[in-house]
């Protein structure tokens, strides 16, 4: 089956560490996202891009880079992680369509723990 | 500016009971809207999606969602709760561009 596949699952890591959580996808779609998710506040967006050369910040791009390698690859980096960056980190894709109406797919997602 | 208020974030029905999980959005223009579901240890993945055809849809799992332009609702419902709908919900709306906005999210229980 297509699909979204995230690495690793999960991680601990430690205050002013690089990190970089990856993301695959065999579903052949040009828009891919990144979003955190926190108890109580539902998912946030941190970047997205609608092909390789198309990369845009959301609304919480602070403390966070990425890479789109290739259509099927995009990375999330924390440069120096902090313990407020511990949260459950979502990949998705989406075709394009008409504008806003296409759903994303998700993938397993990576919890990661800053100490 | 667009928004979503999930009423409720945990919800607790017994099995066989009638399921209702409350949306509310706030959009200055006809909003696509979307209901998600994520169970333990997964990714979220869609149960219908809203996009100005038929108020009234119907999802995977025997879920549907009316929408009411009047009440700015996109409530959820289901007849019967069955053990495995057990999950979280998220209600999720978009106005036509890149952005999708998520609720907070609802988690619903259910007893046997």
Redesign the interface.
Known sequence: DAD?TQTPRNRITKTGKRIMLECSQTKGHDRMYWYRQDP??????IY?S?DVKDI?K??ISDGYSVSRQAQAKFSLSLESAIPNQTALY?C?TSVPG????T???????TRLTVL | AQSVTQLGSHVSVSEGALVLLRCNYSSSVPPYLFWYVQYPNQGLQLLLKYTSAATLVKGINGFEAEFKKSETSFHLTKPSAHMSDAAEYFCAVNTGGFKTIFGAGTRLFVKA
């Open positions: 979204v109580g506040l539902g998912l946030r967006l997205y609608f845009n959301g609304e979502f998705a008409l504008a806003g109406a759903e994303q797919f998700f993938g397993p997602g």
